[in-house]
């Protein structure tokens, strides 16, 4: 490809994941348990049959899917948009094409000149209260968080020995996915997810599910002002990373009123300037600092970053423990 067509290819990205939407909209893999021909995939998800195989042309070149013997097979890159697939991507291409995000992505130079979010101004509340009002939207924020649970855990795991921690408060802990995965290894473990209440009353509801009911449970919470105390470990993940610094200074002062000086605090977050982030692994943070900008006026940090916060909510700089994958677990202690 030569520069033009590179940059074409560019221009044409916000399509591209589009077709991805639709693709899991209609439900295209989850129906290629086998091969199948047009008429039979255009019956199984209730297409136009014709118009159906114009979006399928775009799918076998972009390798989602390919033609074997004249029926559509899913390859292995498609079979990540499976429901149910472990990576759970489907609900990040659900999640990141909603209308009121794009719209906020559609005004990224408005955010860049101002320097501040555009999703509030625009559609009149944070994206927090959005998802309270659009339980649909939250079912699948909640799903594309929970996503990371297993690489998130690992890392946790290679920073942290849980051994006499009784009580794990997971602040901003989503659905609990971090905490079944971290309860199941220590059976002496309890935890507690602190999160808006629609999202506690989900926590408690999957940490039932998986088994884990006696040990831990959802408490509504809000960050700004009170969370859950006792706590021998606090985690924040992909929290602070939510917020300007401002906002994430006071979500640590929060925690810290909760925490006895004992207590530790681990950071979980995608650190900038962490070593060994691989070029489209760094490619995709920055991006992701960007949604994090037209979203909510946040950022993504480096450590030094990070540590000028804790140190100003009363926190000890941070240890960086070398990771086994994208996630960095920072931990600190309160010193004040
Ligand atoms: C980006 S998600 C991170 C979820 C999970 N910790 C993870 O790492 O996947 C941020 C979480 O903060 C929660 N949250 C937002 N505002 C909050 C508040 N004021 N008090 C408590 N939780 C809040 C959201 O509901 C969401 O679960």
């Not at 390798?63 to 499976?82: K, W």
């Not at 509801?205 to 969370?227: I, N």
Request: hydrophobic letters at 50%.
């Amino acid at each position: 490809m030569d520069q033009t067509d590179e940059v074409v290819w560019m221009v044409r990205g916000a399509w591209v994941s589009l077709c991805l939407r639709a693709m899991c909209e209609l439900g295209i893999v989850d129906v290629l348990d086998e091969p199948r021909d047009l008429q039979e995939l255009a019956e199984l998800t209730a297409s136009d049959q014709a118009t159906l195989a114009r979006l399928l042309r775009v799918l076998v070149d972009l390798g989602l899917l390919s033609v074997e013997d004249g029926g559509f097979a899913a390859t292995p890159r498609g079979e990540v948009l499976r429901v149910g697939h472990p990576s759970g991507v489907r609900n990040l291409a659900l999640m990141q094409t909603v209308m009121p995000n794009l719209t906020a992505w559609q005004h990224l130079s408005d955010a860049v000149r101002q320097g501040k979010a555009v999703f509030e101004d625009l559609h009149g509340m944070t994206s927090w209260d959005w998802l309270a009002a659009h339980p649909e939207d939250e079912v699948v924020f909640n799903a594309a968080m929970a996503r990371r649970g297993a690489l998130q855990v690992a890392a946790i795991r290679a920073a942290h020995d849980f051994s006499g921690a009784r009580l794990l408060v997971d602040v901003g802990g989503g659905e609990g996915a971090m905490l079944v995965g971290l309860l199941s290894d220590e059976p002496g473990l309890r935890g507690i997810v602190a999160d808006r209440a629609p999202v506690a009353a989900a926590a408690t509801t999957a940490l039932a599910a998986a088994g884990m009911g006696e040990r831990a449970h959802g408490e509504q919470a809000d960050f700004f002002t009170e969370v859950p105390t006792g706590g021998d470990v606090y985690l924040l993940s992909n929290v602070l990373h939510d917020w300007d610094d401002a906002a994430a200074t006071t979500i640590l002062r929060t925690v810290h009123a909760a925490m006895r000086s004992d207590a530790r605090l681990l950071l979980v977050e995608n650190v900038l300037d962490a070593p060994g982030r691989t070029a489209p692994q760094r490619r995709d943070l920055h991006l992701v600092d960007l949604h994090m900008l037209v979203m909510f006026g946040a950022r993504e940090r480096t450590k030094a970053e990070y540590d000028s916060l804790l140190v100003e909510a009363g926190f000890a700089p941070s240890r960086l423990s070398p990771s086994p994958n994208i996630w960095n677990v920072l931990a600190s202690q309160p010193v004040s």
